[in-house]
């Protein structure tokens, strides 16, 4: 091993690191330092240091040597620095909060090099995310006994008034408690369920952040469980708690609740189809009937779609992926048997969206996963390759596929361009979609003549 460097937990520091610790005590703090006690890697936490015994002005002059700064939080004793390997992480000044009024937003957060790194880490939320590793010795500062709740699979906070402080630290616990497999301390569990009602002043976009970590962990039915029996869920996602307690019917074994987030956790760990299986049945509860003695839910579908486009965009979500998970969940409900006939898997397709195949056929298995379904593999790989066979004929399937486009519309029937036009185009696709040899440039123009 070269000199002066160090290896710990299987790491050796970098070129820059070994230069803030020439002039005080350099650590990684919080999640990192836990996922390393754990020899997880595959979640990537972000990357956080505290210095300290060095001023902020020096330790800026020191990361500029190798790399760019950005002081945005100096007033904060944080720095963001770009390293020489392309990441971005945070170096901060260990710092203490003290409370100046009722709100949780109300605190005056000071930094001061000659802190101990003790005084940072209890101010921290959870005693898993209050260690650091020194990256001089190896050594590991754990003023909380966290490695031992870590160890015992525990979740505790650090004190009583950290939900206050900051009350997204309760679906930060959630998503913890699902992605570690952790349990919730009966101290930690009461004070969660006394400040629940803080989470309506925490921003939309906060509480997304949250959600999707949760959807992400191995069984994110574990933290929608806790989050119904703690009274969370209906604070931030009533729409996935009113489906508690609807009974279904002989193709389900369990209430619409129970299915759903059975359904997330047998999806795929892709966002999209996560949060499909999730909501694919919210509109159940309002679309419920009984008929001749058995519960039925027509239409279900339809009413799902409208909410789960609700929720994601009351959580702030992109347009594009509320537009890709809002049709995932319409669409659903389809049921493609021996009988259907090419053309009808080309209007399928061309309903659906080439692009979104492989997504809703992943959102079946889930569901039908979910509820204990056989033969669930060979089902949605028979289907998988009868949509290929068409994909793969080259048939015309949306308006750009076609050999004429607009201009062609346009110039043939002398109208302007508007709404006219996107009609005549939907004509022509409808028809080469069910004669794929009409998708001729000749006998598109004839058939655009005819429109006259």
Same mark, same amino acid.
């Given at each position: 091993?070269?000199?002066?460097?160090?290896?710990?937990?299987?790491?050796?520091?970098?070129?820059?690191?070994?230069?803030?610790?020439?002039?005080?005590?350099?650590?990684?703090?919080?999640?990192?330092?836990?996922?390393?006690?754990?020899?997880?890697?595959?979640?990537? =936490?972000?990357?956080?240091?505290?210095?300290?015994?060095?001023?902020?002005?020096?330790?800026?002059?020191?990361?500029?040597?190798?790399?760019?700064?950005?002081?945005?939080?100096?007033?904060?004793?944080?720095?963001?620095?770009?390293?020489?390997?392309?990441?971005?992480?945070?170096?901060?000044?260990?710092?203490?909060?003290?409370?100046?009024?009722?709100?949780?937003?109300?605190?005056?957060?000071?930094?001061?090099?000659?802190?101990?790194?003790?005084?940072?880490?209890?101010?921290?939320?959870?005693?898993?995310?209050?260690? @650091?590793?020194?990256?001089?010795?190896?050594?590991?500062?754990?003023? +909380?006994?966290?490695?031992?709740?870590?160890?015992?699979?525990?979740?505790?906070?650090?004190? =009583?008034?950290?939900?206050?402080?900051? =009350?997204?630290?309760?679906?930060?616990?959630?998503?913890?408690? @699902?992605?570690?497999?952790?349990?919730?301390?009966?101290?930690?569990?009461?004070?969660?369920?006394?400040?629940?009602?803080?989470?309506?002043?925490?921003? +939309?976009?906060?509480?997304?952040?949250?959600?999707?970590? +949760?959807?992400?962990?191995?069984?994110?039915?574990?933290?929608?469980?806790?989050?119904?029996?703690?009274?969370?869920?209906?604070?931030?996602?009533?729409?996935?708690?009113?489906?508690?307690?609807?009974?279904?019917?002989?193709?389900?074994?369990?209430?619409?609740?129970?299915?759903?987030?059975?359904?997330?956790?047998?999806?795929?760990?892709?966002?999209? /189809?996560?949060?499909? @299986?999730?909501?694919?049945?919210?509109?159940?509860?309002?679309?419920?009937?009984?008929?001749?003695?058995?519960?039925?839910?027509?239409?279900?579908?339809?009413?799902?779609?409208?909410?789960?486009?609700?929720?994601?965009?009351?959580?702030?979500? =992109?347009?594009?992926?509320?537009?890709? /998970?809002?049709?995932?969940?319409?669409?659903?409900?389809?049921?493609?048997?021996?009988?259907?006939?090419?053309?009808?898997?080309?209007?399928?397709?061309?309903?659906?969206?080439?692009?979104?195949?492989?997504?809703?056929?992943?959102?079946?298995?889930?569901?039908?996963?979910?509820?204990?379904?056989?033969?669930?593999?060979?089902?949605?790989?028979?289907?998988?390759?009868?949509?290929?066979?068409?994909?793969?004929?080259? @048939?015309?399937?949306?308006?750009?596929?076609?050999?004429?486009?607009?201009?062609?519309?346009?110039?043939?029937?002398?109208?302007?361009?508007?709404?006219? /036009?996107?009609?005549?185009?939907?004509?022509? +696709?409808?028809? /080469?979609?069910?004669?794929?040899?009409?998708?001729?440039?000749?006998?598109?123009?004839?058939?655009?003549?005819?429109?006259?």
């Amino acid at each position: 091993m070269a000199k002066n460097r160090n290896i710990t937990f299987g790491r050796e520091t970098f070129e820059w690191e070994r230069a803030l610790l020439e002039r005080g005590e350099l650590y990684l703090v919080g999640g990192v330092v836990r996922d390393l006690i754990l020899e997880r890697t595959e979640d990537s =936490p972000d990357t956080d240091y505290i210095i300290c015994g060095v001023t902020y002005d020096e330790v800026v002059t020191i990361l500029e040597g190798f790399g760019k700064t950005n002081l945005v939080g100096n007033s904060f004793g944080v720095i963001k620095f770009d390293t020489p390997d392309g990441e971005t992480v945070d170096i901060s000044l260990p710092r203490t909060e003290s409370s100046t009024g009722a709100g949780h937003r109300d605190f005056d957060v000071r930094y001061d090099e000659q802190l101990p790194v003790e005084t940072d880490l209890e101010r921290r939320d959870f005693t898993i995310n209050s260690m @650091a590793l020194h990256l001089g010795d190896g050594k590991i500062i754990d003023p +909380l006994c966290g490695r031992d709740d870590l160890e015992r699979k525990i979740l505790r906070v650090n004190r =009583p008034t950290s939900f206050v402080e900051d =009350p997204l630290r309760i679906l930060r616990g959630v998503q913890f408690m @699902a992605r570690f497999s952790l349990t919730v301390e009966e101290g930690t569990r009461a004070l969660i369920e006394e400040h629940r009602e803080l989470l309506g002043t925490v921003s +939309l976009e906060r509480v997304r952040d949250e959600l999707n970590k +949760l959807i992400l962990a191995p069984r994110p039915s574990e933290g929608f469980i806790f989050m119904h029996e703690t009274g969370i869920l209906p604070v931030i996602f009533c729409e996935l708690d009113d489906t508690w307690g609807i009974s279904q019917n002989e193709f389900h074994p369990d209430d619409v609740f129970y299915h759903s987030i059975k359904s997330c956790d047998a999806a795929e760990p892709k966002l999209q /189809v996560r949060w499909s @299986a999730l909501i694919h049945d919210l509109g159940k509860p309002k679309m419920k009937r009984e008929v001749d003695g058995r519960n039925v839910f027509y239409r279900h579908e339809e009413e799902s779609a409208d909410i789960a486009e609700r929720v994601l965009s009351r959580l702030r979500f =992109p347009k594009d992926f509320i537009r890709t /998970v809002v049709h995932l969940v319409r669409y659903h409900m389809f049921n493609i048997t021996e009988e259907w006939t090419d053309g009808a898997l080309r209007r399928f397709l061309s309903k659906i969206g080439p692009e979104n195949v492989d997504d809703l056929l992943a959102l079946r298995l889930a569901d039908m996963r979910s509820r204990g379904d056989e033969d669930v593999e060979s089902q949605v790989e028979w289907v998988r390759g009868e949509l290929q066979r068409i994909i793969e004929s080259e @048939a015309a399937l949306k308006r750009t596929d076609l050999e004429v486009n607009g201009k062609d519309i346009i110039e043939v029937l002398g109208v302007e361009p508007g709404q006219k /036009v996107g009609d005549a185009l939907q004509r022509l +696709l409808d028809m /080469v979609i069910d004669e794929p040899e009409l998708n001729n440039r000749e006998k598109l123009l004839e058939l655009i003549e005819e429109m006259r």
